[in-house]
């Protein structure tokens, strides 16, 4: 079965960095696109960044743009994301998503329903 596995959450202080990892395992993928999403508490899913596995640019959220840097392995169809300058409005359940190709688009999406595998999500707090 497919799965995404992250790891790297957990709590810091304000100003703080921490670096998360998402890992593919089972079938091999094709890949489009990963990115990561997160959740607050009483809120919706949404987009933090992305990076396409045939291109160079990724895609930032406006909110975390200069301060986080997506990474992708494609070798071993892994991606990452290195936080810093953390502050507590990033408190949240962070979410690595995998787009398969066939969406004909050329650029990454922001939107969720276009990603098609999911990790379990690893939590992270930022305490002022």
């Known amino acids: 079965q497919e799965q995404l596995e992250e790891s790297g959450g957990g709590f810091v202080h304000v100003g703080g960095s921490l670096r998360l990892s998402c890992r593919t395992s089972?079938?091999?993928?094709?890949?489009?696109?990963m990115g990561w999403f997160r959740q607050a508490p009483g809120k919706e899913r949404e987009f933090v960044a992305a990076?396409?596995?045939?291109?160079?640019?990724?895609h930032y959220a406006d909110s975390v743009n200069g301060r986080f840097t997506i990474s992708k392995d494609v070798a071993n169809n892994a991606v990452y994301l290195q936080m810093n300058d953390l502050k507590p409005e990033d408190t949240a359940v962070y979410y690595c998503?995998?787009?398969?190709?066939?969406?004909?688009?050329?650029?990454?999406?922001?939107?969720?329903?276009?990603?098609?595998?999911w990790g379990q999500g690893t939590q992270v707090t930022v305490s002022s």
């Open positions: 998503a995998l787009e398969i190709p066939g969406r004909g688009a050329l650029v990454v999406s922001t939107r969720s329903y276009d990603y098609d595998y």
């Open positions: 089972g079938r091999a993928f094709s890949v489009f696109a």
């Open positions: 990076i396409p596995w045939s291109r160079i640019v990724p």
